[in-house]
């Protein structure tokens, strides 16, 4: 077995278990975890093959290790190898190769939409696996088949996905029509189901509550002066976690006060004003907290210089509203910037912008209601 690939398998299997329990992962789970990536690393190590993870290989360790846990936690990490480019393929039901015109069009999609082409992958590769199950061919597409493909694999799912997942498919055929794989537009009859309940308007914070979080601030450690440049950029910018993992210091301008963002939701790219307390919570954190490295991304583990991600920038906000005997999520934060807009007499044209939304309407669901407008005119309140 190449030594240089045992060196970097061992390494990365004690960072990735670090990297999960910086993420919060329970002690029982990790550790199971830690006992099955201990005896994988032995495995390979005992075998002269370099092409480890793939499903033979893993039910060969399945077998000799006699547990059934082991996908579990084997899969993850070959995906945790390949997003930091030290494997060429993933283990996984969404990481596999796909075959002509599927990888092409996938990769087209990846292109238009870098930030996020996951509901594309998800539909191509279910759907190539319905019609490889079937023995189906392009040609051999019916609308028929193409409403069983839906109806078997997302029924369980909302209407609001169901919907999104049959835009990703509407646009697949589209292109095999465009380029004369199939002879019938078949998009065209693939039509989204409408929505006539309406969900109650999101979650915001109240002013008590607002002003409960920030008195219940702390500023004596690094961690501290990380969560609250986090919660400022939420509350003051309404930034979706995802943003603000991605943020690099190249994106801060701190003397013109502005921030860039190159990477949102609805890849249309914008330059937003920060406020005086936003600007000083990044400041400070920067300045005193953040780890001294090579490392473009803002926020950062404290221990190294790896990126957070937007799951651990949820659970850091997390842990400051329940500080702050809130049971309010991270997203909270974006909602209540939201309906500030909303108090503040602003158009819905201009909060979709704001928010950085792609339909006008993911921002309808913030204008259910006008507290403050309501109580003035009920009550003869002013707020």
């Known amino acids: ?131 490889s199950k ?54 065209f009859f693939l039509r989204n189901k409408r929505v006539f309940e309406r969900n109650l308007p999101p979650r915001h914070l109240t002013r008590e509550e607002i002003r409960l979080l920030f008195d219940r601030m702390r500023f004596d450690t690094e961690r501290d002066l990380r969560a609250n440049a986090m919660i400022y950029l939420g509350f003051t910018l309404g930034l979706r976690p995802k943003e603000v993992s991605l943020m690099t210091i190249d994106d801060i301008g701190f003397c013109a006060g502005e921030l ?14 920060l406020s005086e307390e936003a600007l000083k919570a990044l400041t400070a954190y920067v300045l005193y907290a953040r780890p001294k490295g090579a490392e473009r991304a803002v926020f950062l583990h404290l221990k190294d210089d790896r990126p957070l991600s937007a799951n651990r920038v949820s659970k850091e906000i997390g842990a400051c509203m329940r500080r702050a005997g809130l049971s309010k999520s991270a997203y909270c934060l974006r909602h209540t910037f939201a309906h500030q807009l909303l108090e503040q007499g602003r158009s819905v044209f201009d909060i979709k912008e704001m928010m950085g939304h792609q339909a006008l ?3 309808q669901r ?18």
């Open 366 to 383: 913030y204008l259910r209601i006008h507290t403050t407008l309501m109580r003035r005119v009920l009550f003869d309140e002013t707020v």
């Open 260 to 273: 860039s963002l190159p990477y949102r939701k609805n890849n249309q790219p914008a330059v937003v004003s």
């Open 1 to 131: 077995m190449n030594n240089a690939f045992m060196k970097m398998l061992s390494e990365q299997s004690v960072s990735y278990l670090e990297y999960l329990e910086e993420e919060g992962m329970s002690p029982s789970t990790l550790k199971d975890k830690r006992r099955v990536l201990k005896r994988f690393v032995f495995f390979v190590e005992e075998r002269d093959e370099r092409d480890v993870f793939t499903e033979t290989f893993l039910e060969q360790f399945q077998a000799a290790y006699g547990r059934t846990n082991v996908k579990k936690a084997v899969r993850p990490f070959s995906r945790h190898l390949y997003r930091k480019g030290l494997i060429d393929t993933a283990m996984g039901h969404y990481h596999r190769k796909l075959p002509e015109p599927f990888s092409s069009y996938l990769s087209y999609v990846v292109d238009l939409y870098p930030n996020n082409p996951w509901p594309h992958r998800i539909v191509l590769t279910a759907f190539w696996e319905y019609l």
């Open 134 to 187: 079937r023995g189906l061919t392009l040609e051999e597409i019916t609308i028929d088949r193409l409403d069983r493909f839906m109806a078997g694999a997302y029924d369980h799912l909302t209407v609001e996905t169901r919907n999104k997942y049959r835009s990703c498919l509407r646009g697949f055929l589209k292109h095999l029509f465009m380029t004369g794989l199939i002879r019938k537009n078949l998009a």
């Open 361 to 363: 309407k993911s921002t």
